[in-house]
């Protein structure tokens, strides 16, 4: 199975911050990595796709990049919904794994 | 819009057994992949198992395989999961997710969930 693994586990920032999440995979995976976001006590939502793909409509503040085995997920400028854990997820083979999470909170 | 909605889950004693249900709206539900994922209390998610369109390719998480079957009912836009021989380590919210293909490539993508089923394993 490929372990993906996000750093860090937990981040403290501000409205208007510029934030980054990486995540790395066991072996490569191309670009066939997933990001997510989950709000408390809500079900995941897809934010970008294939590494670098904006999913439709969720806004550009949300970024992504990577290829092979690192990958990066950026928000160009923090908003108060944006508080939530993040997952990145490979979709190259399956079990189709999710990293642990990173817990963007509010400093 | 798209609507995913589950329902099944409850509380159940070890080694029992439950099936969970995910109805679809809104979209040509005999056209996409469909997937199950699991989450536990406070923890992180863990995809559990896919179906093809058509039923005709299925996959599991080694963590189920052999207990827990995924099935399909598309004159009723239906998604379904099997679990048997539940143990506690299978208590988590189960949402089900559209699967779908993004890109040239065809990327796999979950993007549409349902709110979650909560299954509780306790005796």
């Known amino acids: 199975d490929i372990q993906m693994t996000q750093s860090p586990p937990s981040l403290s920032a501000s409205v208007g911050d510029r934030v980054t999440i990486t995540c790395r995979a066991s072996q490569s995976i191309s670009f066939y990595l997933n990001w997510y976001h989950q709000r408390l006590g809500q079900a995941p939502k897809l934010l970008i796709y294939?590494?670098?793909s904006l999913q439709s409509g969720v806004p550009s503040r949300f970024s992504g990049s990577g290829s092979g085995t690192d990958f990066t997920l950026t928000i160009s400028s923090l908003q108060p919904e944006d508080f939530a854990t993040y997952y990145c997820q490979q979709s190259y083979s399956t079990p189709y794994t999710f990293g642990q999470g990173t817990k963007l909170e509010i400093k | 819009q798209v609507q995913l909605v589950e329902s099944g889950g409850g509380v159940v004693q070890p080694g029992g057994s439950l099936r969970l249900s995910c109805a679809a709206s809104?979209?040509?539900?005999?056209?996409?992949?469909m997937h199950w994922v699991r989450q536990a209390p406070g923890k992180g998610l863990e995809w559990v198992t896919f179906?093809?369109?058509?039923?005709?390719?299925?996959h599991y998480a080694d963590s189920v395989k052999g207990r827990f079957t995924i099935s399909r009912d598309n004159s009723e836009n239906t998604l379904y999961l099997q679990m048997n021989s539940l143990s506690a380590e299978d208590t988590a919210i189960y949402y089900c997710a559209k699967g779908d293909y993004g890109g040239d490539s065809g990327i796999v993508m979950f993007d549409y969930w349902g709110q979650g089923t909560l299954v509780t394993v306790s005796s």
């Open positions: 809104a979209f040509t539900f005999n056209s996409y992949d």
């Open positions: 294939g590494a670098s």
């Open positions: 179906i093809r369109y058509d039923g005709s390719d299925k």
